[in-house]
C-alpha cells in the first residue's frame, strides 16, 4: 500500500511563490510516475505536472508551463512542486498522484491519491 501526504498549500499575493511537498510512504516502485493534479470548486480536477519517479521526461500543463516545476528527492521519497508567478486562477486544491506511467497520470489513471492541500492566490 502506498500514502502519499502532501503539504505547504496556503496563502500567497498573485505573483509570490509557494512549493507544495508530497511525501510518499510504503512500496512506490521506481517505474511509477508521480504528477499534480489540482481541482478549483465547481470544477473538474486538472492535471497540473507529472515525471517519472526515476528521471525521464516532465509534463506541464499548457497553464502552468514555465511557472511550475516539478521534481523529486529519492532519499526523502519526496515529490515537489514549486510554483511562481502564481495567479488567482491558480487557487485550487492540489492532489498529489501516483500512477503506472506518465500517460496514465496525464489521462488521470492514477493508483494513489493524496488528501489535497489547499492553495490560495489573492488579487
Known amino acids: 500500500q502506498v500514502q502519499l501526504v502532501e503539504s505547504g498549500g496556503g496563502l500567497v499575493q498573485a505573483g509570490g511563490s509557494l512549493r507544495l511537498s508530497c511525501a510518499a510512504s510504503?512500496?512506490?516502485?521506481?517505474?511509477?510516475?508521480m504528477g499534480w493534479f489540482r481541482q478549483a470548486p465547481g470544477k473538474e480536477r486538472e492535471f497540473v505536472a507529472a515525471?517519472?519517479?526515476?528521471?525521464?521526461?516532465?509534463y506541464y500543463a499548457d497553464s502552468v508551463q514555465g511557472r511550475f516545476t516539478i521534481s523529486r528527492d529519492n532519499a526523502k521519497n519526496t515529490v515537489y512542486l514549486q510554483m511562481t508567478s502564481l495567479k488567482p486562477e491558480d487557487t485550487a486544491v492540489y492532489y498529489c498522484?501516483?500512477?503506472?506511467?506518465?500517460?496514465?497520470?496525464?489521462?488521470?489513471?492514477?493508483?494513489?491519491w493524496g488528501q489535497g492541500t489547499q492553495v490560495t492566490v489573492s488579487s
Open positions: 498522484a501516483a500512477g503506472k506511467t506518465t500517460g496514465s497520470v496525464r489521462n488521470k489513471e492514477v493508483d494513489y
Open positions: 510504503g512500496r512506490i516502485l521506481s517505474s511509477y510516475a
Open positions: 515525471k517519472r519517479w526515476n528521471g525521464g521526461s516532465i
